[in-house]
């Protein structure tokens, strides 16, 4: 009897030893093949979309360094700017068309489109802001001559407002400059205690949201240059910064930060306060490598470039 006991217990433990085993393989299998954007969507409702790759439509993509959406024409563009060219997609990301203004692109980089459909686009090799009228077919450095201390200029990043308004980064003097749609400067906003100035956009309210990558801090400023906010640090816990490189805000006021670094966008309310991440290092569907810009439009849609996968991944 005591036998037979002792083989009926075996036999339990080695069946519940083998449901462990069980669980323990469909447990790694799950977090192996699901998109770690699957898993994100569940608690944050971000999910992975689709992708612009390469196809034999657009040729091979350089190095993609600036996005933006036109909600007016609803198309999206791209700077490739290894190719010198801006592409041009619609609305269902199918690819419409390239150009690169009769030759005058040399190495572009950020890009913004106004209301009237005239391109801005930095182009750093120059050191300037090129304004790129195709009806007129005009090219034409923006004047600097009416900025203080413009002497040197390093433009980087850009963004528009509602009215045209275009603010463009200055690297030199850690500062936003603001221009009206006439293109006459209008006013400066200096970034104080700003070190490594790296990105700026506009809310729908007026706000100008800033995002300095070196000491992992983001600013935010009434349309007059007020400092409303400051929120963001570097370390390694939920919600604080490796390599913060790019930020946006989307309509409900949410702002979001990528980080080139960790692979991932990391999302703030308006307060600052941390609410989640999502995406990880990867190469599959889903998953970003050495994300480096990120724009939201007003449906929502998140667009990423993935710089290391040398495509755009696209989030909602």
Request: with cysteine; net charge positive.
């Amino acid at each position: 009897m005591t036998v037979q006991l002792h083989m009926a217990n075996d036999k339990c433990s080695g069946v519940i030893m083998s449901k462990k085993i069980h669980l323990v393989t469909l447990f790694l299998i799950f977090f192996l093949i699901v998109p770690a954007t699957a898993l994100c969507a569940r608690k944050g409702r971000i999910k992975h979309l689709t992708s612009i790759t390469r196809n034999a439509e657009t040729g091979r993509l350089g190095l993609l360094s600036g996005i933006f959406f036109d909600e007016n024409r609803k198309r999206l563009y791209l700077t490739d700017t290894t190719n010198k060219r801006i592409l041009a997609f619609d609305v269902d990301l199918k690819f419409v068309s390239q150009f690169n203004a009769a030759g005058a692109l040399e190495a572009p980089t950020c890009l913004v489109r106004n209301s009237k459909g005239q391109f801005f686009v930095v182009e750093p090799t120059k050191g300037s802001v090129l304004f790129v009228d195709i009806k007129q077919r005009s090219v034409k450095p923006i004047d600097f001559s009416a900025v203080p201390e413009a002497d040197p200029i390093y433009a980087g990043n850009m963004a528009l407002d509602s009215a045209d308004n275009l603010y463009i980064i200055d690297k030199a003097k850690q500062r936003i400059l603001i221009f009206d749609e006439d293109l006459r400067f209008d006013r400066q906003v200096l970034v104080k205690e700003g070190k490594g100035l790296s990105d700026v956009k506009v809310g729908s309210k007026g706000n100008i949201y800033t995002l300095d990558t070196i000491d992992g801090s983001v600013r935010v400023f009434d349309n007059q240059g007020k400092l409303l906010l400051t929120f963001g640090k570097k370390g390694r816990d939920k919600g604080e910064f490796d390599f913060p490189v790019s930020l946006a805000v989307c309509r409900k006021g949410l702002i979001y930060v990528v980080d080139q670094h960790k692979h991932k966008v990391l999302a703030f309310n308006r307060r600052g306060e941390f609410l989640l991440e999502f995406s990880q290092l990867g190469w599959r569907e889903g998953r970003l490598h050495y994300p480096s810009y990120i724009y939201v439009n007003k449906a929502g849609r998140i667009f990423i470039l993935d710089r290391g996968n040398s495509r755009v991944s696209i989030f909602e």
